[in-house]
């Protein structure tokens, strides 16, 4: 008995930046995986003590009772504009969001897309499962054509409520982005996947590369009315098709130091944004 | 102590801000506040500080939270529909216990209302700032130099408490050139300590949480509770208020902020006539200066409350005076400044009432 204890080895615990506490995520929910990614990543990173955490409204409002590291909980849609402001305080900290897509890309669509485009030094990690989980299971600005909810209970009709927002591609056409990524975590190879993609926007924000954003593609059991195994069946079907997985945009991977290199470098042309550039007309 | 110099009352107010270790500010452009913001983004990349221009007076608003939270003297300031706008984001601070200065240079309302002087946001500022129970502290200066004086004291008081603080100006205040001390600058290593900012624990304390959320019904009453022994506290200790010829007026006038300069050269020419007139003006809108009007009951035969609104802090002079004295009111709404002939006018007709 004393020789195999001995012989004991530790090969999976809590990470420290994840509190020991009980979540209140709904059995199957992935929230949990990519709260463990990210605690994994601050372990990893020995960022903890350094790191402020922003959680809205939403299913990871109550993030704050989880994550090891500071944290603040922000108004519904209003995490980016927090988080920069914590960013602009503490530069030397390391600062996150943690947002669903209700949160996310509806009631806070302008906060994403201006911090987006301010190229403010943060991490964002957006979750997105097509729908209003904290709620009780509404239409969501990414909920898919046809998608029954509780607030489209005939199906999503495009007609009448709209087309469902890739905000992935939305973001990719501003210029202060330096990183996003789809992700999702169906497998281990997937989580592996978005555990390396979450790491990676977490050492861009600690080498100032610049705004990274990881969408998760994710599921809702409880209310998609499914096993947490069917949702990621039903996930991989509709969803995937419809947010591809993949880099949207890397600026490291296209050679620029940062996102403002990169910038500078698609507004080559304009003579007001590149002052050393004699012009005609001008002094 | 610094020259006195001649300032806008809106650059005064940017200034002070300044000089109370105030380095970040975030704003959204409205008439007629431009001023703070305009200055805020000259002078703040000069102190190494942070003007940032939101996309949105939400947006603005919940900067200032996460800049408090993180341990920063921080401020915004908007006009009457962008406060409306903040109202969301002030309820989250006074309910996450976080500080922070918002300016009001208030403008005709409802709705877009007009871009001229009013002080029809009374209500808003001092019952219901946003959902939920709580209180904000409100200064109401009269003068430039108020402005200066109290958007310094904005930033101790609301430390000192944890609270919200607003300095209701309005555009006539914002506009006005009036020669003005400013404080002098204090040291930033001597702004208070925040061990309750969320900064980043460094391993060195358990982690800290600003939040406004409870699912406890009972928690979320017990912290109400607490917090309504902090506006107590200041209730007792924050009132402030400005008596003018009150010893043996029996005409007692009200009014804060931009009415209040009406209304003293109102009661000048009503002492002219041989009317003892006199002036109770609120400094502290919430807490209400009781205190005050307690002070001249005593004597005071009729109170004529003046406003640049329908009439909207004249429903706690009526609480104060309890039933104890006359209360009436004049006022002008819609963006229009009284002048001091027809407050004169009340005044007069008022004093012949009560002299019968």
Redesign the interface.
Known sequence: MADNEKDLKVVFERPHALLPVVTNFCPGCPHGIVERLVAETMDELDIEGETIGVAPVGCSVISYDFFGCDMIEAAHGRAPAVATAVKRVHPDGVVFAYQGDGDLASIGMAETVHAATRGENITVIFINNAIYGMTGGQMAPTSLPNQVTQTSPYGRDVATAGNPIRVSELLNALDGPAYIERVCVDTPKNVRKAKKAIKKAFQNQLDGVGYSFIEVVSTCPTNWGMTPQDAFAWMRENMLPYYPLGVVRDVTADGFANAAEAAAARNAACPIAHPELKTEGGN | MSEKVLMKGNEAMAESAMRAGCR?F?GYPITPQTEVAAYMAKMMPKVGG?Y?Q???E???I??????S????R?MTSSSSPGISLKS??IS?MAG?DLPGVIINVQRGGPGLGSIQPSQADYWQATKATGHGDFHIVVYAPSTVQEMADYAFKAFDTADKYRVPVMIMADGMLGQMMEPVVLPEARALEDLPEKPWA???????RP???????Y?TAEDLEDLVRERYERYDAIIEGEQEAESYLTDDADIVLTAFGGAARVARSAVNAARERGIKAGLVRPITLWPFPTDAIEAVLPQAKAFLDVEMNMGQMLEDVRLAVAGRAPVEFFGRTGGVIPNPDEVLAAIVALNEKVGE
């Open positions: 970040f975030f942070t940032l939101a996309e949105s939400v947006a603005a919940n900067m200032v939270y996460g800049a939270a993180a341990g920063a921080v969301e984001g989250y996450a969320t900064n980043g624990h460094g391993h060195k982690h800290n949480v600003a939040n406004s959320l699912l």
